[in-house]
């Protein structure tokens, strides 16, 4: 408030405030001042567009909470609150350091840890910078525990959150997105394209959901000894409609701040993550219609979900046209991995798996299939490469680290907990007290 | 994140990125600079209050839902969730190029269907501006879903929903807004003033909303034989008051991003949308505190959002005192109005025809009378005209246009569907399956 | 709209658009041209931040519901509506002008009620500061809500939202960061750093609801006769975890947002907020778990609002692990405040007291501690006197004024009406018609 306060001496002589005290313009040339504005536009944007990232981390909170049993919906929120809590630390202490700092090799960084480059009297761009890949970080880390909702450990939980956002996210982030001394990441080094993070993000959510559900197994009663599979309703739709409609609002930070840069190519990354999210709404409600003869909620929001993960890799190299078929390609594809993961009897109880690990990949291989600048067998290579290598790293990793947890502290919860239900015996709560609950 | 990642070469010498690649300031007059980067804070103005007026349908979801039964919840998030996805695929295909394509008369455009018009190598202004419009014609749709809730066939509000984005609302906008090869449509040639669309946006969509309610006729038990009025109580007060604390929010998108320039007006529009919400908020509570005996949550509510339609055409053209003025009446204005259409049977579960009918009528007068530059009986006379052309337009083609619905495929469920709740019979699934729901 | 469709006169022909109607460029040097944009930028962030900080607003009223009884939750989003509603037009009429209009004394200002100054043809920067500083003021009289929930009459709640926006709070404010005809406030004459409110805004809310808590005396059946202290859990987790978030992303507008200028010294304020939130969330869980063996979420969710609390003051002179620092002690703080104060018969139904109050004086203690330009015994000193006058200043005032209402008007309502509940007394209404709802 100081600042603004000293010009501001009398009511009534209210100046227009054009500089703060770090700058003074007199100094400057017009060319350097000029800069100048627009580094402050930078800022400005990208970090705007990270409080709009950060906020997607309400919206898994309320979708992984909806479409989970009112029984474990504290412990759902906890687990949210948690991951980026402590993401935002392991990302701060370590991540972020493996992920942007001098590597040697194209394969990790060794250098900012702690945020150790940054000095109070030195350009602060790296804390903006910082800001914004730690709330991709967390969302990573996030889409995780939706797939293992409703049976996993809160200090299992806690624990692979930190792996996830200190380790597994942030050596994939390197090899894609990465700094070097000279050079870049070793996918980046080959041409691999993925602006936002379709395969960086969201397949690394999601291969790691899919090792988890894997380890953990479905959740009782879900698969039938007579071959039935049983739906396990999630408890709450507003909260879960709710949630989707915070992630669309997020990802128009999530995609378009990407560019770290406030310029005129955010307009055709807004429209396209729009488009490709009304898309993915639409197709997966007409799959389902299709399907199971009614127009159904929890595959209509997962499919606008669907659209916008598919989108993020090419959001800034295809165009609005394209952005629509990419979208309605993910409406149907997610129907379908749900159906799939279900019938080989993977329990993923909000879609993670099949919203960011499945959309993700297929999202990866559509920006090198419609680049606006054309496409070729060399591009298309590279991202089915770059997709491999993250299910590989990824899936690999995940399924180590889990088994560990699983022999150490332990990872699922014990049958009769789970019964229970994971808000009375892990947190001595509930999230509805006043109300009667019978989750099944 | 390319770009970003060249300059970040090595950790410690992060410099401030002044230039994405798209333009080399080098080859810039500073005159040319300078305009650029007011250019880029533009775009990011325009784009940051699209994703804020998209996130209004959030907070209509969570309105439209709070204010009605729990049997019906899923399908009402349906709507909001479709009317929104289908509005942008909609208004990207037709609706923009009627309300902005090049126009020879004056009443709709013919050109720019499909982003036509925009070219990878073009000015990317048209997408900004287009995500910008976008959004704003799904809220037009989105508002009669409140005023046809729980008794409305989903595929029925999947064709009127086409319609309103595709046809009534870009035509009418054109009329006021809509640009022209050399000119303006008629309204705005005649002087119009609906800065941000108390009538254009709002208005629309509430003489759509109540041909609709008339049309369907009320909900079954509303209105009974002997005369009495059934009050039927919306199922979840949190969620509606969350919805319009997010539709306020929005409003701070839809108002000052009317501009859709970063510029100093910006402060008075967003001042006077808040003055006038605030005031609609009290003065509701105030009469319903008058007229019931207590003072009442869904009035209140309803006051802000009266509020909030009342100031939104005239908030760049008066003080903030005339704010508080508009937004008092408005707030007095919606119980009455809401009191009116019970009376006269006309069943609007969420009252969405006083809210954005009414108070958008009004709004509309009041930019006319209360206008900084002094009013005049012409200007009063083309804001009436205006008001009055909004409504023979809409309201007429509204009705034609459910009555055909009703004809072929049908616009309202069945009395058993509509006693059992729309969530199970259209959706085969309940917004609260772990919860005993016994909605009236 | 206008100004923008007079360049898009022609589809295919949209061209960006730099300036609007208000500044011609031509007539401006570059050098005042530069100038001009920088302070539309400034404009836009400090507005775009006050539509975050209002959005706290839902976030109160979601934290505040939620971790209440289902039986008053229309009761308290009531309070939350008018507090901000009220809030707006009192600060407008009164509070401003008390905080930031010309003063002799350094104790209160004398001009600039109902933004009198401001005229149409004059600079509007005084409007966009006013929103800003609106939304603050409406933020300190939420606070109280929390701490007095489930027991106050609405009409004594509504008179003393009116005294603290419009008298408690912008006479403090004014002391700290009130601007005089010459000088400064004489708290802020003395070098008080307090940059965002940690004692401005939140621990004025805190003591206020602290006296306001302890003139209403604990809610029916909380301390019993025996000794025991009865947990009366709040009704539903889900919307106090969205209202977290919801604060944490506002908190985004409210600490950074308090530069008013768009400039790189918003990232390390940005950094700082995020990892103070996170800490206390983490070390309020820890502390939970060890003193109570189980990993509480209301504790958890509290941590992280005392993190952005105690940051609040020092997040532009502290350095991001001081953040990590601050934090940390503010989550453990929190947890042994909210049980102090239950052990000392203090009712505080949503532990306002304990975060704003207690970890705001933290936070601004702090903020004299880990100065990045090094601290003294003076620096010391001067926090602690200003920590000591706002307790002072604010208890007493609020003490004083609660009493006036308990005699007057009434401040409790009867035993009746708090077992019934104050949803179906005071406002014949209920928040959940359609569930069974048994608050205790």
């Known amino acids: 408030m100081k600042a603004m306060l000293t010009v501001l001496t009398i009511m009534g002589l209210w100046a227009g405030r054009a500089w703060a005290g770090d ?43 909806g ?8 412990n759902i929120l906890m687990k949210n609150l948690m991951d980026f809590s402590m993401g935002s ?25 702690f945020l150790a480059d940054f000095s109070p009297d030195g350009d602060p761009w790296v ?39 200190g380790l597994i996210y942030p050596i994939f982030g390197s090899w894609a997105w990465g700094s070097l001394h000279e050079g870049s990441g070793w996918l980046e080094g080959l041409g691999f394209i993925d602006f936002a993070g379709s395969t960086v993000v969201h397949s690394v959510g999601g291969w790691a959901a899919l090792a988890g559900a894997i380890v953990l197994g479905p959740r009782l009663g879900k698969y039938q000894s007579d071959g039935r599979i049983r739906p396990i309703p999630g408890h709450n739709m507003p909260l879960a409609a709710l949630g989707v409609f915070i992630l669309w609002l997020g990802w128009f930070g999530f995609n378009p701040g990407s560019t770290t840069t406030a310029d005129k190519s955010i307009a055709m990354i807004f429209v396209n993550t729009n488009l490709a999210a009304a898309t993915g709404a639409v197709f997966a409600l007409l799959t389902s ?20 993960v598919g989108i993020t890799a090419g959001c800034a190299n295809v165009s609005p046209a394209s952005a629509v078929i990419i979208g309605a390609v993910a409406g149907v594809l997610v129907v379908f991995s749900v159906l ?32 606006i600048g ?41 049958p009769e907990e789970e019964t229970e239900g994971l808000d009375s015996m892990e947190h001595a709560g509930s999230a ?4 009667e609950v019978s989750s099944i």
């Open 67 to 74: 479409f989970t049993r009112a029984k474990n919906a504290v």
């Open 89 to 113: 630390l392991i990302y701060w202490a370590i991540g972020f350091g493996l992920m942007f700092g001098a590597s040697a090799t194209g394969w990790f960084g060794t250098s900012g840890f």
């Open 23 to 65: 700058e003074a313009p007199t100094a400057l040339s017009n060319k350097e001042a000029i800069d100048l504005v627009q580094t402050h536009a930078n800022y400005l944007w990208t970090l705007i567009a990270a409080a709009l990232v950060f906020f997607m981390q309400a919206g898994f909170a309320m979708v992984e909470a």
């Open 374 to 414: 054309g496409t070729s067998a060399k591009i298309i290579g590279v991202q089915l490469l770059g997709i491999g290598a993250c299910f590989v790293w990824t899936f690999a990793t995940a399924l180590i680290m889990f088994k560990l947890i699983d022999k150490t502290v332990g990872l699922r919860v014990s």
């Open 432 to 435: 509805y007290p006043d109300f």
């Open 127 to 165: 804390l903006a910078f910082w800001m914004f890949q730690a709330v991709f970080a967390a969302t990573a880390a996030t889409i995780v525990s939706g797939a293992m909702a409703e049976r996993t450990k809160f200090t299992g939980y806690m624990l692979y959150s930190i792996f996830v956002c």
């Open 289 to 308: 219609w299709f399907k199971f003869g009614k127009p159904e909620v929890s595959m209509s929001l997962n499919g606008a979900l669907a659209g916008l």
């Open 340 to 371: 799939f993961l279900d019938r080989i009897r993977i329990d993923d109880p909000v879609g993670a798996v099949s919203v960011h690990g499945v959309c993700g990949a297929w999202g990866t291989l559509a920006a090198g299939i419609f680049n």
